[in-house]
């Protein structure tokens, strides 16, 4: 009798126990890797796309994410070396063959973002001039710096940037022909350099995604964060959050503040 309950007892244990251990099993912290830019993600604690990562930790319950920040190109490396499981922001451009990337996108992107050129009002490089460059053969004619680590994004021969504020004060020296980068990082280093000899034009909307690895675990590193995307669009969180980090184009120019 005695060992029957024994028994008893130790199927009961099994049944309660089994979901928790395969719930266990099952769980996955992640570690995600922002790129510093000032105004945007500041520190692992401090920045909108901070608190965006955040509620998407808030809405993916089996498993913590933790927020680590680096500079931009090695915070993509993180990822591509497998140190990472994702990267925080990128731009995606359907254009670029996906075979050619060390990495690959989330299935969901999180927006829509502004990239702007920012050239000399002195010698202004506009929109309509960089396609006729793309459209030439031969050398392309400008030195043009951009985001480091995604350069491959743009569709014209850009320069990886070292440091966002020295290609704007490059940009204000002449050194280079323009500066092309995400409107609101770069705004927000413009208005603190208050630079006035600046022009800034439109270049175009790039889908703002997440860098993952390639193969099986970026596959179910897609799964868990395109999810969460989901959810908090069709909860109506994701769009305030993401306001606070990119917004359509505004055209303003640095020329007529009042610095």
């Not at 000399?120 to 793309?134: D, F, G, S, Y």
């Not at 390639?214 to 989901?230: E, F, H, M, T």
Request: charged share 25%.
């Amino acid at each position: 009798m005695f060992n029957k309950r024994i028994v008893l007892v130790g199927l009961c244990m099994a049944l309660f126990c089994t979901p928790l251990l395969v719930k266990a099993e099952g769980a996955k912290d992640l570690t995600a890797s922002l790129a510093l830019l000032p105004g945007v993600i500041d520190s692992p604690d401090k920045g909108p796309f901070v608190d965006l990562v955040k509620a998407i930790g808030g809405v993916y319950t089996e498993g913590k994410i933790k927020i680590e920040t680096y500079p931009f190109a090695r915070s993509i490396d993180n990822v591509v070396k497998g140190k990472a499981d994702f990267h925080i922001p990128t731009v995606r451009n359907r254009a670029v063959s996906a075979e050619s990337l060390p990495y690959r996108f989330t299935t969901e992107k999180i927006g829509n973002v502004a990239f702007v050129i920012y050239s000399n009002t002195e010698k202004p490089l506009t929109k309509k001039m960089l396609k006729e460059a793309m459209a030439q053969k031969g050398k392309f004619p400008y030195t043009i710096e951009v985001v480091p680590g995604i350069e491959n994004q743009f569709g014209f021969p850009g320069t990886p940037s070292v440091d966002l504020t020295s290609s704007l004060q490059k940009v204000q020296k002449k050194r280079i022909d323009a500066l092309v980068w995400a409107q609101e990082e770069a705004d927000n280093a413009l208005k603190t350099l208050k630079i006035k000899s600046i022009q800034r034009e439109h270049w175009m909307d790039y889908e703002d995604s997440i860098i993952i690895a390639k193969g099986p675990q970026g596959d179910a590193v897609d799964k868990i964060l395109s999810n969460a995307l989901r959810k908090l669009r069709a909860d109506k969180q994701l769009q305030p959050l993401y306001a606070k980090v990119h917004r359509p184009y505004d055209d303003w120019q640095p020329a007529k503040m009042g610095w």
